[in-house]
């Protein structure tokens, strides 16, 4: 008898098949229409990217090839996903109950954005990736348990007969990702979807993971569909690419197809946006004449200065003391742009937060505008706190969600006695707003109301409302779609020429700090490993780590990003 649903054709060369597929979804303002008449394949045994920015329908194309979207959302067209085992196909549009159950993990299987919302914190990983074995019929728990081994060894999990015990809290967010990519293999599904499965991680890392999903198409056989905005994943990663805007599809063919002859204008706005190592940022007035600084910074006083500069953070029950920032030397000069470059754990968001007097210094010596951090007492830092402007990575989470823009931005003012209330600095917030290409009717809103990008340049208003000299700028770009980080970068780069401020950028994205830095400072660990002009670093780094970084960021292009692949593994295979 065959299963509901299920034709038994002959198995096709395409995996997957989406058809004219319309997605709208009901809401108080009445119905939205996310997807519109999209249509693309995926053969068998290769990867498809599908690229665009937030809101370009991307997620909610991959979710409705298993069908995993909210009761508000109303469908049409078809999704066609031919089984595994060649013996029909799939209208997963019309599957419904226990038949979708059955084909969700073995069919085809999710890989989602942020692994820390798809981990159970009270259960051990082993448990979580059993779980998904014993809702698809296996009950023995010594056969269980070798399955859970077995996958995490298979995605690079060190250690696993033992791990396997382990709550995900235990686990560094790129093992958290390989441990959810476990997950959807563990059933040996024959189409793995990747919803933007590097965004947060790493370039070392995010290098790592586009290699295990590699792994998933040429030892188990799956196709894979990843979704990101980064055009540099795609040159790394993909066979094909589809191109999403606003819902539709406006440029689908093979990757070096759509690389090297895109026809689209939104595909070549996409790919011109990708900051590249080696493209200088350069920003004009409205004559076309390049904004520069007026003054060379290598002439400027010293507005930052560490010496053995030491950050620890005690140890709770019974753990050792963690050194974070371990005696590192460095300057910052006036209208200079120090890019501080490493990975997560590197010390370096520390080091941002102890120059703005939000982390206390353990030893050596650190002057923040002539003030020495290291037993500083508040009442004498506080008067130098309207001289230091602070950009955070997530300016959601920093903006009060119940208060207005303008009362967000006006907040410094009105704590630093500058205005009495909003309303009396209402023209000037304005005028900030302006400064950084928001119209002023944004001052009304609330921060959700807004996107990210102009939510970072709000952010960015709010940073420079008391005209510091000093500025700390903690990964302001990371979260952003690639069209809107170069907007940010362009708008930073102009403030900065034309208010001259010392600036600390925070990044691990080594060509956004190419683009901006005068002086690029590796940290590793807790350590300075290189120091140097942007350029010399770039092109000519010495430490091994600065190049194993390099080598990790992906480019635009799938000819060098091939070259890229094959020298990150040849610096691995060094130590």
Excluded at 210 to 217: G, S, T
Excluded at 424 to 435: I, K, P, S
Excluded at 449 to 469: H, T
């Amino acid at each position: 008898m065959s299963e509901p649903n299920a034709s038994s054709a002959s198995p096709s060369t395409n995996l997957a098949e989406i058809k004219d597929l319309s997605v709208s979804f009901i809401t108080d303002a009445g119905s939205i229409k996310a997807v519109d008449g999209v249509s693309f394949t995926i053969p068998r045994g290769t990867v498809v990217g599908v690229v665009g920015e937030s809101g370009s329908g991307k997620s909610v194309t991959a979710r409705s090839i298993i069908k995993l979207l909210p009761e508000t959302a109303t469908t049409s067209g078809a999704v066609m996903l031919s089984k595994r085992d060649g013996t029909g196909e799939l209208d997963v549009l019309s599957l419904s109950g226990e038949d979708l159950q059955r084909m969700r993990g073995s069919e085809a299987a999710m890989v989602f954005q942020e692994p820390n919302s798809v981990l159970n914190p009270v259960y051990t990983i082993g448990w979580q990736i059993e779980e998904g074995l014993r809702a698809h019929g296996m009950k023995d728990k010594k056969q269980l348990r070798a399955k859970a081994i077995d996958i995490l060894k298979k995605v690079g999990i060190p250690d696993a007969e033992t791990r396997v015990d382990y709550y995900p809290h235990q686990f560094s967010g790129g093992q958290k990702q390989r441990i959810v990519i476990a997950m959807a293999l563990v059933l040996n599904p024959g189409l793995i979807l990747a919803d933007e499965p590097t965004t947060a991680l790493d370039v070392t890392v995010q290098a790592e993971i586009l290699d295990l999903l590699r792994l998933a198409k040429d030892e188990f056989g799956a196709s894979v569909l990843i979704i990101t905005h980064n055009m540099g994943v795609i040159a790394d990663l993909a066979d094909q690419v589809v191109v999403m805007y606003r819902g539709h599809v406006v440029e689908q063919g093979d990757v070096e197809q759509v690389f090297y002859h895109p026809n689209h204008d939104y595909t070549k706005r996409l790919l011109a946006s990708v900051p590249r190592i080696g493209q200088q940022l350069v920003v004009r007035d409205l004559d076309g004449r390049a904004i520069e600084r007026e003054d060379d910074w290598r002439d400027q006083p010293i507005a930052v200065e560490a010496k053995g500069l030491t950050i620890t953070y005690p140890g709770h029950l019974m753990q050792p003391d963690f050194v974070a920032v371990d005696g590192i030397d460095f300057t910052i000069r006036r209208s200079e742009v120090l890019g501080l470059v490493g990975e997560s754990g590197s010390g370096k968001s520390t080091t941002g937060r102890a120059i703005a007097g939000l982390q206390k210094v353990s030893g050596g010596s650190l002057k923040v505008l002539g003030v020495e951090m290291n037993g500083v007492k508040e009442r004498d830092f506080k008067p130098k706190r309207a001289d230091i402007g602070f950009v955070f990575q997530d300016p959601g989470s920093s903006f009060n969600p119940l208060m207005t823009i303008a009362q967000n931005v006006a907040e410094p003012l009105i704590v630093h006695g500058k205005y009495r209330d909003v309303a009396e600095a209402r023209e000037y917030v304005g005028d900030l707003l302006e400064m950084v290409q928001l119209p002023r009717v944004y001052m009304n809103r609330f921060p959700h109301e807004l996107s990210g990008g102009q939510r970072q340049r709000a952010s960015l208003a709010r940073a420079l409302a008391l005209k510091p000299s000093l500025l700390i700028a903690d990964e302001p770009t990371s979260a952003l779609d690639v069209s809107v980080q170069a907007k940010v970068l362009e708008l930073f780069k102009r403030l900065q020429a034309e208010i001259g401020f010392a600036c600390l950028f925070i990044t691990h994205d080594l060509a956004v700090v190419d683009m901006l830095a005068d002086r690029v400072m590796v940290m590793h660990k807790g350590r300075i490993v290189e120091h140097g002009d942007t350029e010399d670093i770039m092109q000519h780094p010495q430490d091994p780590y600065t190049r194993k970084l390099l080598a990790s960021l992906p480019v635009p292009d799938p000819r060098e990003q091939r070259a890229h692949r094959e020298q990150l593994h040849a610096l691995l295979a060094q130590g």
